[in-house]
């Protein structure tokens, strides 16, 4: 596989950990015999919202689970569930593609969103100071760009939007900087951009006078999966009806996050430590559950592109329609 050498060695630890996986039979709630208790490893980022809303209202009790949510760093989502220390994780859709084709059994379960229909909307995009001397797309050519992991979804749609604004990917120079520390690293020089995601973006647009350059919604619609749970595929299979159970829960988090925005921001400071006024301002994802096949073939097609693999991606069997 043709990956840069730390996402390689972030899945390779996740296959690691799937060779030695439990079983991961259900297992019955101690507070309740009648629950199934389970958990889902989760991140501390606006796009999780749904799995909050899940929980605390109640969806997931609905449906018989007891769930723990478990805070993790992406990088941990896949070993999570590859390993046997959650059953469900959230991470995105071409980080499920991109373990599978490196042979690590993991299958997406349930969708949390899409991209935004409308690219000014889109809660990840890459934000510059500005007197970095940055104008225009074009001049992040030859440029240093902070991004959170390569070859996941906030580097894939910032590539996929520069390639829709006209500039190749290959001509910037990507860093791997954590969410939390894109700002500093911005800020002292140490990059000229960063691809900052949900409440990062407009915290530090506020609080710093960042300035957007390019919004990473462009060349992309509501066709494309983007925040969504996985599963290993042993659990989903020895699983279904817990499988089952917790897809129609998320389905209902998801719908009801959709139609509540202002409960769903009063959400985001209860479990991140953004202050409600930031909640109130930042920009959220399009929540949907039920994108078409072709959005799986879309970020298949991007991720050949990007040489972040070589060899041909089964899409059919790496989400559990439902």
Known sequence: MLLRR???????????????????????????PGRTAITVASLKVAA????????????????????????????????????????????NAPAVLVARTNKVPVVGVSVLSTANPDPAG?????????????????????????????????????????????????????VEIPFAQMEQALTSGRVDAADMTEPFATMSEKEKDLRTVLSNGEGQDQDWPQTLTLASDQYAKSNPSVVTAFQRA?????????????????????????????????RMP?????????????????LQKEGAVKDEIDVSAAYLAH
């Open 6 to 32: 730390s996402a390689g060695l972030a899945l390779t630890a996740a296959f690691v950990l799937a060779a030695c996986a439990p079983g991961g039979g259900a297992k019955a709630s101690k507070d309740d």
């Open 48 to 91: 999780t919202v749904p799995v909050e809303v899940a929980q605390r209202k109640g969806f997931f009790t609905k449906e018989g689970l007891d769930v723990t949510l478990k805070y993790v760093e992406p990088a941990a989502a896949v070993p999570s569930v590859a390993g046997g220390q959650a059953q469900f994780s959230v991470l």
């Open 122 to 174: 889109s809660p990840i995009r890459l934000l510059t100071t500005k007197d970095s001397g940055i104008k225009e797309v074009k001049d992040l050519a030859g440029r240093k760009v902070a991004v959170d992991t390569l070859y996941q979804l906030p580097d894939l749609t910032l590539r996929t939007a520069l390639r829709a604004r006209g500039v190749d990917p290959s001509k910037v120079e990507f």
């Open 250 to 282: 998320m389905d209902a988090a998801v719908a009801y996050t959709r139609d509540h925005p202002d409960e769903a921001r009063a959400v985001v400071p209860k479990y991140t430590p953004v202050p409600q006024a930031i909640a109130d301002a930042m």
């Open 286 to 302: 399009g929540w949907k559950s039920d994108p078409p096949a072709k959005g799986w073939e879309n970020w298949a097609e991007v």
